[in-house]
């Protein structure tokens, strides 16, 4: 199974876009375009939250397997992250992507949504530096005019008449 790299996932605006294009033993080739969201709302988390909760088993969801907390986890998340995807993902069960055969798929789409987010964040991240540049060279320009008139004016009015 190949990893998803951050150049695997374009964004268009506040979302990830990811090509999917992997063959798996049960369930064959999978293809398709999946969208995510690049971050999750407070109410988004808290939805995904109780979703994970709600999978590992109300009674005693510390009995499960660490596979079954990890695919518990991941298809909360996904619920809430894909926005779009191929038809095989969304199949009309409770969480989308659970039925899918090759849980290795679950796990790579997983990983390309999270690489989405990480990919928007370091955008924002870039962004805000580049305007924390721009801020501290208008800042340091108006410093200059300002010494510049305080000069000027320390110097008094012009003796030139004419």
């Given at each position: 199974?190949?990893?998803?790299?951050?150049?695997?996932i374009?964004?268009?605006?506040?979302?990830?876009?990811?090509?999917?294009?992997?063959?798996?033993?049960?369930?064959?080739?999978?293809?398709?375009?999946?969208?995510?969201?690049?971050?999750?709302?407070?109410?988004?988390?808290i939805?995904?939250?109780?979703?994970?909760?709600?999978l590992?088993?109300?009674?005693?969801?510390?009995?499960?397997?660490?596979t079954?907390?990890?695919?518990s986890?991941?298809?909360?998340?996904?619920k809430?992250?894909v926005?779009q995807?191929?038809?095989?993902?969304f199949?009309?069960?409770?969480?989308?992507?659970?039925?899918?055969?090759?849980?290795e798929?679950?796990?790579?789409?997983?990983?390309?949504?999270i690489?989405?987010?990480?990919k928007?964040?370091s955008?924002?991240?870039?962004?805000?530096?580049?305007?924390?540049?721009?801020?501290a060279?208008?800042?340091?320009?108006?410093?200059?005019?300002?010494?510049?008139?305080?000069?000027?004016?320390e110097m008094?009015?012009?003796?030139?008449?004419?």
């Amino acid at each position: 199974m190949k990893q998803v790299l951050p150049d695997d996932i374009s964004l268009e605006q506040e979302f990830g876009v990811w090509e999917l294009q992997e063959t798996a033993p049960f369930g064959g080739t999978y293809m398709g375009t999946f969208k995510f969201r690049c971050y999750l709302t407070p109410i988004q988390m808290i939805e995904a939250d109780r979703d994970y909760r709600f999978l590992l088993g109300e009674t005693s969801p510390n009995l499960a397997s660490e596979t079954v907390e990890n695919y518990s986890y991941s298809l909360a998340q996904l619920k809430q992250r894909v926005i779009q995807a191929p038809p095989f993902w969304f199949d009309g069960s409770r969480f989308p992507g659970g039925n899918v055969k090759d849980k290795e798929i679950i796990a790579l789409v997983f990983e390309a949504a999270i690489q989405a987010e990480l990919k928007y964040r370091s955008k924002l991240e870039e962004k805000h530096k580049s305007q924390l540049e721009k801020l501290a060279k208008y800042i340091e320009k108006q410093n200059e005019i300002n010494k510049l008139a305080e000069e000027m004016e320390e110097m008094g009015p012009s003796d030139e008449t004419e």
